[in-house]
């Protein structure tokens, strides 16, 4: 059987092979060059644990407009530490970043070596993800 050779297929084949490589190049540019516009507020939080406190409430404050919910949390607490939140996740919307609009309840072990330590409060939009340190203070008395 013989072959017949027909360039206009290859070329065709081709062009389309570019364009899909042109899409998928401007798509990967324009999701490259998005920047958040929202951001999650340093307010430099500190909180003391003593014998008779061993939680306490971290603010989330947001400056900016999201479309997406925001979930918060927090890490690197002390080895048992946990946390529940309120308020989260933060339904799409804006802020001015003065209103606390979710709170991170945060519990320690009775047990937790005296202290400083520095946990991060994060927030996720599922693209963009920030963080801001918060600092826990573990004494024997707080003074309260």
């Given at each position: 059987?013989?072959?017949?050779?027909?360039?206009?297929?290859?070329?065709?084949?081709?062009?389309?092979?570019?364009?899909?490589v042109l899409v998928v190049g401007v798509a990967t540019t324009v999701y490259a060059q998005t920047t958040p516009t929202w951001q999650l507020m340093n307010y430099?939080?500190?909180?003391?644990?003593?014998?008779?406190?061993?939680?306490?409430?971290?603010?989330?404050?947001?400056?900016?407009?999201w479309?997406?919910?925001?979930?918060?949390?927090?890490?690197?607490?002390?080895?048992g530490g946990a946390y529940?939140?309120?308020?989260?996740?933060?339904?799409p919307g804006s802020s001015d970043g003065v209103g606390s609009l979710a709170?991170?309840?945060t519990t320690i072990p009775t047990n937790t070596p005296l202290g400083n330590y520095t946990a991060?409060?994060?927030?996720?939009?599922?693209?963009?993800r920030e963080?801001?340190?918060?600092?826990?203070v573990v004494k024997t008395s707080c003074g309260y």
């Open positions: 059987m013989r072959r017949i050779f027909v360039p206009f297929r290859k070329t065709w084949l081709f062009s389309m092979l570019l364009a899909a430099h939080q500190s909180s003391c644990f003593d014998t008779n406190v061993h939680d306490t409430y971290y603010g989330i404050w947001i400056k900016g407009t479309s997406h919910q925001i979930n918060v949390g927090i890490t690197h607490l002390p080895t529940t939140t309120d308020y989260a996740p933060i339904a709170y991170v309840h991060r409060l994060w927030a996720n939009d599922g693209t963009t963080t801001v340190p918060v600092t826990l």
